[in-house]
Structure formats: C-alpha cells, structure tokens
T-cell receptor
Framework: DTEVTQTPKHLVMGMTNKKSLKCEQH?????MYWYKQKAKKPPELMFV???????INESVPSRFSPECPNSSLLNLHLHALQPEDSALYLC?????????????FGSGTQLSVL | QKEVEQNSGPLSVPEGAIASLNCTYS??????FFWYRQYSGKSPELIMF????GDKEDGRFTAQLNKASQYVSLLIRDSQPSDSATYLC?????????????FGTGTSLTVIP
C-alpha cells in the first residue's frame, strides 16, 4: 500500500479566508513533504517534516503554516492567500530521508484563491 | 547548480510504437533516479526507479541509467493511448540538510491511436 490521502480535493477560498489542507499516510513513513505545483511546472518543495519535526522550510511566506500533529498526519494552514497562490498542492511521503528513498505523492488539492 | 533537464516535447508516437524519453542531470552526487507519470490535473505517480548503471525493466517500461554521462531514460514499449501524460524525471541527491529531490520540467507524451 503506497497511499497518501489528501483532503479536500478542490478548494476555493477568498483572500481573507482561513482554511487547512490535510494529508494522511499509514505506511509508517517518517518523512512528509508539502509541494506546490503550477501548471506545466515541476513540483516545488515547500516544507519537509522528518520524525514529526520541521526539517526544511524553503523560504515559504508565513501565510502558509505547516503542522505535523503525529507521524501519520500533516496539515497545511492557509491564511490571507493571494491569487498567485492558486496551484495544485501536493503532499508526499518517504520511508525516511536518505539517498535511496522514494517519494510517494497524494492525489493533491487544487486550490483557487479569488 | 542542481539541474534536471528534459525535452518538454510534445512527443508524439503512434499506438504500439516505442516511446523514448530522456533526462540529464547536473549533480554527480545524485544517488537515485525516478520517473513519474502525471496526467493533466492529477498528481505525479511513481512508475520506475533505478539506482545502478544499466537497464531496469518493469512490464512495458524500461529505465536506463548511465552515471558517467549523467543520463537517464525511460522507454515505453507497445505505447497505448492511456500512456499519454507528462513524464517527470527526478533525482535524489541524498542531501539531508536541504531539498533532496529535484524534478525536471517534464516531457509531454501523446500516443496517437
């Protein structure tokens, strides 16, 4: 089973709204990731959690706030987003961080900011 | 500079033909190599990974790696219309202090019935 579950699949929000994206995996993976992908572009790393601790923040604006409540769950809290933040948000996980780890993606959340 | 380069295409092949997708990478520290398939509006799906020089086959897919030339390729035999998608090449640098996965911009493949 290589399933990473993301909810919601689609989200439309205004610039003053607060919303959260959720991600769950039950593969026992200890590294979890948030990526942002614009149309016809590769995924762009936002955050990495390793053993439930934030290990990498790729200089993401503070209107994006990640949270890892436990080893299976990853959230991305959104507040005061801009229209240019509209994109496909991808959660991913890997067994651990290392040279031979494989990255498995969830189904993504298509976000539109109005 | 850590770069992964792919020909963006579009690459068109007739049904039943072999599709050949290519990728080069700049960092000799790259340890492992991946091919993802991404349908429009969907998330990337891991279809092949390779760690050592040579060929690795899985069904209709063959991944080829040449570390000396910093080159990895994906062959799709007996291409089907359902193979029409964007294929992303990715490398894992194994850098635990920073971003470890680097993606190419993808090659768009269309299989013509």
């Amino acid at each position: 089973d290589t399933e990473v579950t993301q909810t919601p699949k689609h989200l439309v929000m205004g610039m003053t709204n607060k919303k959260s994206l959720k991600c769950e995996q039950h593969m026992g993976h200890r590294a979890m990731y948030w990526y942002k992908q614009k149309a016809k572009k590769p995924p762009e790393l936002m955050f990495v959690y390793s053993y439930e601790k934030l290990s990498i923040n790729e200089s993401v604006p503070s209107r994006f706030s990640p949270e890892c409540p436990n080893s299976s769950l990853l959230n991305l809290h959104l507040h005061a987003l801009q229209p240019e933040d509209s994109a496909l948000y991808l959660c991913a996980s890997s067994q651990d961080q290392g040279a031979y780890e494989k990255l498995f993606f969830g189904s993504g959340t298509q976000l539109s900011v109005l | 500079q850590k770069e992964v380069e792919q020909n963006s295409g579009p690459l068109s092949v007739p049904e039943g033909a072999i599709a050949s997708l290519n990728c080069t990478y700049s960092d000799r520290g790259s340890q492992s190599f991946f091919w993802y398939r991404q349908y429009s509006g969907k998330s990337p799906e891991l279809i092949m990974f390779i760690y050592s020089n040579g060929d690795k086959e899985d069904g209709r897919f063959t991944a080829q790696l040449n570390k000396a030339s910093q080159y990895v390729s994906l062959l799709i035999r007996d291409s089907q219309p359902s193979d029409s998608a964007t294929y992303l090449c990715a490398v894992n640098l194994g850098d635990l202090t920073g971003n470890q996965f680097y993606f190419g911009t993808g090659t768009s493949l269309t299989v013509i019935p």
